[in-house]
């Protein structure tokens, strides 16, 4: 079973704080590494994704960082903010194909 | 803006009783899945459709069965409801080459 390790489970950040969560992927085939936000009672909804062609990929205070050799990706968000407070999900999936694995999911809390 | 609209938000059934759970997204997407969300395991895919009347299990069917007789509706049936699949059900869209997936809002499923 191809895997998606995902960590930590939780997660409290302080108001300005910086989040990280990490993702280790084991299938080399992946070429494409979404990251999932979810809110209380929604659906997840792509928050930021990358391909193995950057080392990182920033949009507004979220950035991936990708480092190929090790098989592993990261999610940062600076400046976090009480509304950045959901489950996150790493992912990974070969373009063209039908299934995404996705990792266990992180809980933020940002506290204010 | 794109929409993915899962049936129902919550749902109580008793053991044994058959299910139903119906999406339908209006982006005309090929796609469609349907995933199982419980606390610490993440998203599994149960199964999904790449075409009309198509379907592919995925990795956890069993206990399931899906219908695609449109293009736009997915159905997932639970041919014998037990208290083990008591869950977080989870629909889901994408275009042909598999980027973005679009989520519905969910249906919270308990099995009595």
């Known amino acids: 079973q191809q895997q998606v390790k995902q960590s930590p489970q939780s997660l409290i950040v302080q108001k300005g704080g910086i989040s990280i969560i990490n993702c280790a992927y084991e299938?080399?085939?992946?070429?494409?590494f979404p990251w999932y936000q979810q809110f209380p009672g929604k659906g997840p909804a792509l928050l930021i994704a990358?391909?193995?062609?950057?080392s990182e990929k920033k949009e507004g205070r979220f950035t991936i960082s990708f480092n190929k050799s090790a098989k592993q990706f990261s999610l940062h968000i600076m400046d976090s903010q009480p509304g950045d407070s959901a489950t996150y999900f790493c992912?990974?999936?070969?373009?063209?194909?039908?299934?995404?694995?996705f990792g266990a999911g992180t809980r933020l809390f940002v506290k204010a | 803006d794109v929409k993915v609209t899962q049936s129902s938000r919550y749902l109580v059934k008793r053991t044994g009783e058959k299910v139903f759970l119906e999406c339908v997204q209006d982006?005309?997407?090929?796609?469609m899945f349907w995933y199982r969300q419980d606390p610490g395991l993440g998203l599994r895919l149960i199964y999904f459709?790449?075409?009309?009347?198509?379907?592919e299990k995925g990795d956890i069917p069993e206990g399931y069965s899906v219908s695609r007789e449109k293009k736009e509706r997915f159905s997932l049936i639970l041919e014998s409801a037990s208290t083990n699949q008591t869950s977080m059900y989870l629909c889901?869209?994408?275009?042909?080459?598999?980027?973005?997936?679009?989520f519905g809002q969910g249906t919270r499923l308990t099995v009595v």
């Open positions: 982006m005309d997407h090929e796609n």
């Open positions: 889901a869209s994408s275009p042909p080459r598999f980027t973005e997936a679009f």
């Open positions: 459709s790449y075409d009309v009347k198509m379907k």
């Open positions: 990358i391909r193995p062609d950057v």
């Open positions: 992912a990974s999936a070969v373009t063209g194909g039908f299934k995404t694995i």
């Open positions: 299938n080399t085939a992946f070429d494409y």
